[in-house]
């Protein structure tokens, strides 16, 4: 128990007794810490730059051979373009960090993870994506070979596998499996179909068919 203090005399009156409890004492603490850090209130929080509206940008692009000029958020990716304002969803979206491979497409003939390319830092490039590689009923000729090499199972990442394939024979570097493997390392299959995508890589280049 806590000891009551004596009391005392203050401007000729006399105070009563004060008792603090260690509870007590520990509770009051522990309140002025949780007041102190609690966060602000999204009001406080706010800032003009915050609060201040997103102006849409214009950009001109060509996809699959076609003009399009569109207005987008300046936060969005060639992903998100592709995928939910241009209705392509080809283009896979997976790790949307760079690291699987599966939203790859060419832009300007290179081969780019387009999940981290923002849309307005290509204004007037040219994009093609999965869709864009077959003739009309004519599949690409890569298309055709992982269909025959039984390149892929899900088929999730298969877009972005054959647009990183395509991209890597004309780079010339598909001139054997382990060179094929290694400039391939990029793209992830989950699956497991390696196998067949190598040798669906290597039977194009070398019938020279791209």
């Not at 950009?59 to 969005?76: A, K």
């Not at 269909?147 to 990442?157: L, V």
Request: proline letters at 4%; a neutral charge; glycine letters at 10%.
């Amino acid at each position: 128990m806590s000891r009551e203090a004596e009391p005392t005399q203050s401007c000729g009156r006399s105070e009563a007794p004060v008792s603090v409890t260690r509870r007590a004492a520990l509770q009051a603490a522990a309140s002025a810490v949780a007041f102190a850090t609690a966060p602000a209130s999204r009001a406080q929080q706010a800032t003009p730059a915050a609060t201040a509206a997103i102006e849409s940008s214009t950009i001109r692009l060509v996809v699959n051979g076609q003009q399009r000029t569109l207005t987008v958020d300046p936060r969005q990716s060639i992903l998100d373009v592709l995928r939910e304002t241009l209705d392509l969803p080809g283009t896979k979206k997976g790790c949307n960090a760079g690291a699987c491979g599966a939203c790859t497409v060419l832009v300007d003939g290179r081969r780019i993870n387009s999940c981290l390319a923002l849309a307005v830092m290509h204004d007037g490039a040219e994009i093609t994506t999965i869709e864009g590689l077959a003739k009309g009923d004519t599949l690409h000729p890569l298309q055709q070979a992982f269909i025959e090499c039984e390149g892929f199972q899900c088929g999730y990442c298969t877009p972005g596998q054959i647009m990183s394939g395509v991209a890597c024979i004309a780079e010339g570097h598909a001139g054997s499996p382990q060179e094929i493997k290694a400039w391939m390392s990029g793209n992830i299959c989950r699956c497991g179909a390696y196998a067949g995508i190598v040798e669906a890589i290597a039977s194009v280049a070398k019938g020279g068919k791209l």
